[in-house]
């Protein structure tokens, strides 16, 4: 096999990162976009030792999972690289990756349910990141080819709520007219490296963060002035980040105008959210995830609570009302303020947060005897420490309630946790994410006797 060949190739499997697999003479190939069942002629990018990437030439036998898309862009950005795939059929998706885990791990005898799916399709996402460059000559947003860093320019982002859209392009405008430079990354150089839009589903404010190399620039009085005039937009933040990084945000958020913070609701929790502060961003979809984890919790008025991986303390204030404490941990400070200022905000006094690294703080209240009952986890995709789990399950927990963003490391923490003495019987994905590849998933670790 070499490069530039084109072949037939039958596909037979989805990959994890939603690429059509093929065998041929011996070698996988991953096909950009193809669908199992397909027949595809295919172009050879690149030639590894046992394995291959391609893109598709032509389809030669369709699959009818396929679904004509407006704009291929969306696949070919990762922005949506499940579009081209019914909604049903990435659903299915979504389990078989957790099913196929499990077998994996020889846990096949655990329960998977169904993937809860999205209440929106499309236009769910309550915040955007998107890039800004230049493209020939021209300032854009839009998003980076898949494995570089190629501005596509988009003006429709698919997943993010339209009114989002809407002022992505029009800040873009206001740049273009008043001649900011977009950032260049080679050579750590220009103005904006990102806009960063927030839409509070519940109220409908808008924020909007400009990301700069500067924390001033020549033109940005008359930007904001302009920025003020976008329908429904009620504050503008300039985030500073100086550095040469891949990172989107840098440390510092100076306000231009308007409220340094955005109010959105779960439930009936209000919650007030910082520019670094993590937040759910399917807003309709996240209540949903939140009833799962807390149903199954199985809460009583007498429970001790710990609110682990706590962002802005959304899962902790959420079921404060119906137990005796509850204690958060988050690594950022923001998102930490904003925690105990949401307890306030709710009229909750029985919640504190703390800032720190859940695997050394969990440690430290173990030794200091402190004995829990409920324990939320909500960690990032790397998953928990054996330090984290170890604490964790000193302070002799009935339950543990583990909320995952990726289900490989929520198997391997799981199994950890089965050494300790707990054990779980299904775990339910739940979709996040819609057209994306991205898994959520819940379950509960309950202590064996
Ligand atoms: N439970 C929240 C946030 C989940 S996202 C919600 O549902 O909204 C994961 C959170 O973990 C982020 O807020 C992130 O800042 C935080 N985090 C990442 N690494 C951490 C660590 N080592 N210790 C504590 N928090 C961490």
Redesign the pocket.
């Known amino acids: 096999m070499e490069k530039n060949q084109i072949i037939d190739l039958e596909i037979t499997d989805l990959s994890y990162e939603a690429m059509g697999v093929a065998h041929h003479e011996g070698m996988t190939v991953f096909v950009n976009n193809a669908l199992p069942g397909e027949i595809v002629s295919a172009k050879i990018l690149k030639v590894k030792k046992s394995f291959a990437f391609a893109k598709i030439e032509e389809i030669k036998k369709e699959s009818p999972d396929r679904v004509d898309i407006k704009l291929n862009q969306w696949v070919q950005t990762g922005l949506a690289s499940l579009a081209h795939i019914k909604y049903d059929k990435q659903l299915e998706f979504k389990r078989n990756q957790v099913v196929n885990l499990l077998k994996k791990a020889h846990l096949e005898d655990k329960e998977v349910g169904q993937t809860l799916a999205s209440p929106e399709e499309t236009g769910y996402r309550n915040k955007a990141q998107v890039p800004v460059r230049e493209v020939d000559g021209q300032l854009e947003i839009g998003f980076f080819r898949r494995h570089s860093h190629d501005l596509v320019p988009l003006t429709n982002f698919f997943t993010t709520d339209p009114e989002i859209d809407r002022v992505l392009v029009a800040v873009r405008d206001i740049l273009r007219a008043h001649h900011v430079p977009a950032y260049d990354e080679i050579h750590n150089q220009g103005e904006v490296r990102y806009l960063d839009v927030r839409r509070s589903k519940d109220s409908g404010e808008i924020m909007v963060i400009l990301v700069c190399l500067h924390k001033d620039f020549d033109q940005l009085p008359a930007v904001a002035d302009d920025i003020k005039k976008i329908d429904k937009v009620d504050s503008l933040v300039l985030n500073h980040n100086p550095k040469k990084t891949n990172v989107i945000l840098g440390k510092t958020d100076y306000l231009i105008f308007g409220n340094p913070q955005i109010v959105d609701k779960i439930g009936d929790v209000k919650f007030r959210i910082s520019p670094e ?4 961003i399917n807003s309709l979809q ?1 209540p949903r995830l939140y009833d799962l984890a807390i149903k199954n919790a199985d809460l009583k008025p007498s429970d001790v609570v710990v ?6 303390g ?2 902790g204030l959420s079921v404060a009302r119906h137990v005796k404490s509850v204690r958060g ?4 400070g923001d ?1 930490v303020k904003d925690a105990n200022a949401n307890a306030e905000l709710n009229g909750i006094s029985n919640a504190k947060y703390v800032t ?4 050394k703080v969990m440690p430290r209240w173990a030794s200091e005897g402190m004995k829990t009952d409920v324990i939320f986890v ?3 995709r790397k998953g928990l420490t054996p330090e984290f789990i170890d604490a964790a399950v000193t302070t002799g927990p009935k339950k543990i309630v583990y ?1 995952s ?1 990726n289900p490989a490391t929520l198997v391997r923490d799981l199994q950890d946790f089965q050494k300790h003495g707990y054990d779980f019987d299904r775990i339910d994905p739940v979709d996040m994410f819609p057209q994306t590849p991205h898994v959520e998933a819940v379950t509960v670790l309950t202590k064996e006797n």
């Open positions: 502060s993590f937040f759910q996240t609110d682990a991986y706590s962002g802005i959304t899962i941990i988050e690594v950022v998102a720190g690294k859940a695997e909500d960690p990032p909320i963003c």
